[in-house]
């Protein structure tokens, strides 16, 4: 089964894809451009929401989890592109220490872990978990549904390198967001490849960074298909050090938050759309102690204030950079639940994607965390088989490659922010 | 429906599934490092033997057709295959010209030639099918059931690029198998890339350096993973110049057949192997005027002279090099058809693979020229998902996957082999 958009299936959506669809071949062609300059992550996945009329990625994950969530049929490209991957990195490589979560206690978790080293067993790979979690100070199995199981072994530490007992890894794969800050045990391992980089922590990356890679990409890549960028591209801004406690502030806020609902509200007259335009609030940094929040009015600013007023309390004081979001609806529905699709590369393929599906949630308003609650439903069709000729809107397969090329666009921006950030980069300038 | 081995499951052949199985880790990698010494071919089908007791590759074919018998689930990974491939060769490549077969006379050889266009449109090229074929002297458009429609046009030579009207390629892509010799408009075409390049021409290309190749990467390959080469490997002999009218000439083939048949009963002893052993004869280089031969008794050669007779008479009385291989039974069955796996690779990657069945063929004797009629089926599963824990020979993933490590091995003897016979290559001795 395949999710339905609730709104028509005329407007700007179907030219995007008939865009998208007609350009395959420069489309490719200017992705395999893109990654002779730039370095593919190694495995990323993007989420992406479709408001019937424009298309966003609205996060994308440098430590993806919910490979569990991919079919069978996509497993074979899995496997292929993580061949390709490790290729290039490393093609001596013999063992991958994978380091998952600390907070590893789901069993949806664990399958997810089982599907990474099957994937990289069957890329050619000697596969160990190795947790960096204080709890898990010896080998600790947990039994999964079928028969398999997954062992967490405790790293072992020595000078320039990380392992496990018996295990030498000459490549470590982080499955582990590094959210609350890097730690000192996964710094200077010189002799071993450490992907993502720790630079990719969540810890370290600014929403902004992103956000202007992105929009570099997506623009350039509007060029070259002819079509407006902002289908793509949500209007964004930053707000440095937003004190809540300083009138002036809080008036600088209310004004950027109205002038964003103005230009959004402009965009949709242009294109004809009837929707209501809501903006949405984010710490620039990942801190958790401020959460996304939509707005719809620049008047009504209330909550934002209190959620602000605790976030800076958290901070010891410390005011926050905001980033400003024109916000995505989302229009995708199955069976009347939202359907937001997320997209999994490994390096620079697409090798498949699901709904995540949303459960027992006020579906009414702007929908802003939808990890909240959701059951997964595989995409139906390849992401990779578009079929020239089918009416725009009517093709699930047509679709999926749309979201694929839209994952890419997020994933190449991610791969700039990386390059941006590299703290081992020289920079010429 | 996954065919069956008429053969009882036990034996040679489920050990060597157990062994291919138990170092799927150590054999990709294996081949991860010899595709860093070695050129993958730019595509290939291997026609893979399985006599129950042991596995061959019995033909490789570096221009291979019939891509629509691949399923639609394994066109995917044929499309990533294809990009990586591109992105070796000639990332910047944006028009592609494909040669087709001269006597393109067959629907289902036009519904191969879209297959491969909609392979690479969907990696990024323009397509073009440019003919070489004296009878092509405009645009020939044949429609496909579906509504589809291959176009072919004459191709366009100048002094150093061919290419067809309002189309100049970078990379030319034979499907062309120059079985009647290289002409010369495939010649210096020194500002393209062609491939696979001149010099894998059926009509230039020897068995007998194909088969060094393959005896040097399998006798590697059996140490690897701790098993007898020749499970993989049929024996073989050559008989240099053999000229049938003198008498020297045919006791020397007489005692090589003999001794070979010989060699295999005393190996079928070792195995326990019940099978009557046989002998295949055939020109070493690939002329078709004298065609494989199978022989199960030295005494009765009376057909081989009858046939070397006429072929020898074709070459104006020059005596043929032959070409003695250990005779591989056939033993996969479709409801009592003879059924043989052919495994499709782009690049190094293994896409996937069908089975001939064969029909309205005496299927007693050894089957020397399985081509002769059969009806594709595709395979039920994937090439790239072994099941471990599965008991040998029970699961057609562990299957297919073996089948596709040997088509590998084929395909990377022929990498040896082009580079061993390069006229352009420097040789260091």
Redesign the interface.
């Known amino acids: 089964m395949v999710p339905h958009l609730v709104t028509a299936l005329t407007g700007p959506i179907n030219e995007l894809e008939q865009r998208i669809l007609d350009s ?6 200017w ?3 893109e ?2 300059e730039h370095t593919p992550l190694f495995y990323t996945s993007v989420d992406v929401r479709n408001a019937g009329f424009k298309l966003a990625p609205v996060s994308n994950n440098l430590f993806p989890g919910g490979w569990n969530n991919l079919t ?2 996509m ?3 899995a ?3 993580a ?2 991957a ?2 290039k990195i490393c ?4 063992n991958l220490l994978i380091i998952p979560q600390n907070q590893a206690h789901s069993m949806a978790y664990w399958q997810n872990l089982a599907q990474l080293r099957s994937i990289f ?6 596969v160990c978990m190795g947790s960096i979690s204080p709890d898990i100070k010896q080998s600790t199995t947990m039994e999964l549904p079928g028969g398999e199981s997954i062992t967490l072994e405790p790293v072992v530490r020595s000078q320039y390198r990380l392992g496990a007992k018996h295990f030498d890894p000459c490549t470590i794969l982080l499955n582990h967001d590094l959210q609350t800050g890097v730690p000192g045990i996964l710094e200077d391992l010189h002799e071993q490849y450490l992907l993502p980089p720790l630079h990719a922590a969540s810890s370290v990356r600014l929403k902004s960074t992103y956000l202007r890679c992105y929009e570099e990409v997506v623009k350039r890549f509007g060029k070259l298909i002819g079509v407006d960028a902002w289908l793509m591209n949500p209007l964004w801004d930053t707000l440095p050090l937003v004190n809540v406690d300083i009138a002036t502030d809080q008036d600088r806020l209310r004004d950027a938050v109205d002038a964003m609902l103005t230009k959004v509200r402009k965009r949709y007259k242009e294109y004809g759309i009837k929707e209501k335009a809501f903006v949405v609030l984010k710490a620039d940094n990942h801190d958790r102690s401020f959460r996304a929040m939509a707005v719809r009015d620049a008047k009504e600013l209330g909550p934002v204030w209190e959620r602000l007023r605790a976030a800076q309390k958290a901070a010891f004081g410390e005011p926050l950079t905001l980033v400003l979001q024109e916000g995505v609806h989302t229009h995708e529905r199955v069976n009347d639940a939202v359907a937001e699709p997320v997209v999994y590369l490994m390096d ?2 697409v090798v498949g994607g699901f709904y995540r599906v949303l459960t027992a949630q006020d579906q009414e308003g702007p929908v802003v965390d939808p990890h909240a609650n959701f059951v997964p439903l595989a995409f139906a069709d ?5 079929q020239p000729g089918m009416a725009p809107g009517a093709s699930a397969p047509n679709r999926f490659y749309m979201y694929g090329v839209v994952a890419r666009l997020a994933m190449l921006a991610a791969a700039y922010e990386l390059e941006a950030t590299d703290p081992q980069a020289e920079h010429y300038e």
């Open positions: 395959m071949p420069p489309i490719e062609r992705f395999r451009l990654w002779m069978p049929a497993l074979p490209l496997v292929q592109a061949m390709a490790i290729e093609p001596e490589a013999r067993r069957m890329a050619g790979l000697n620079r393929y390849s992401t990779q088989l578009p």
